[in-house]
Each structure stands twice: as C-alpha cells, then as structure tokens.
C-alpha cells in the first residue's frame, strides 16, 4: 500500500508564501510520476502542476511564474512552492502519484491520493 501525507496548508494573506509538502511511504517504486491538484468549493478538482521522475516539471496556466514543484527522489518528497498568493488560491490541495512516469495532467491518471490540505488566501 501507499501513503501520501500533505503538510504545510494554512492561511495566508494575498501576496505571501507557502510550501507544501507531500511524503510518499509505503510500497516502492523504480519511477513515478507526482502531481499537485486543488479544489475550491463547489468546483472540479483541477491540475496546479505535475513533475516527471527526472523532475520535468509542468504547470496549470493559472500558477505558471508563481508556483514551483520540486522532488527530492531520495527522500520519497514532492514540494509546492507557492508564491505570491491570491485569495482565488484557496482550496483544498492534492498531492497524487501515477506508477506511470510522465507529465500526467488528468486525475484519472493517478492511482493514489494524500488527503489533501487546506490553504486559505485571506485579501
């Protein structure tokens, strides 16, 4: 089985900063693919970026220049960092994992789920 556990969720002013963080334990995997998704209120869960084994990383047009991910293969970690903030920034976010290496940008592609964590951009 695999885990993913998200921290770094909180709340922050427009403007500001926060990394995410998103631990992988559990079963291995030679190579794997690691996405970031988010989720407001009453809307469909959509991709903040997606990065590749080899850490090609890609990004939802609306975060591109603001966000960056980031993963430390060794220690099984997946980074967000997210700067200048906006209140249309708040929603719960996702890490995720695809046994399938690649720039996966669809839900569906991915096979497991951390719990996700809250992030709240006050104005």
């Known amino acids: 089985q695999v885990q993913l556990l998200e921290s770094g969720g909180g709340l922050v002013q427009a403007g500001g900063t926060l990394r995410l963080s998103c631990a992988v334990s559990?079963?291995?995997?030679?190579?794997?693919?690691m996405g970031w998704f988010r989720q407001a209120a009453g809307k469909e869960r959509e991709l903040v970026g997606a990065?590749?084994?080899?850490?090609?990383?890609y990004y939802g047009d609306s975060v591109k220049g603001r966000f960056t991910i980031s993963r430390d293969n060794a220690k099984s970690t997946v980074y967000l960092q997210m700067n200048s903030l906006k209140p249309g920034d708040t929603a719960v976010y996702y890490c995720?994992?695809?046994?399938?290496?690649?720039?996966?940008?669809?839900?569906?592609?991915?096979?497991?789920w951390g719990q996700g964590t809250q992030v709240t951009v006050s104005s």
């Open positions: 995720a994992l695809s046994t399938r290496d690649g720039v996966l940008v669809r839900p569906e592609e991915y096979d497991y």
């Open positions: 559990g079963r291995t995997f030679s190579s794997y693919a």
């Open positions: 990065a590749r084994w080899s850490r090609t990383t």
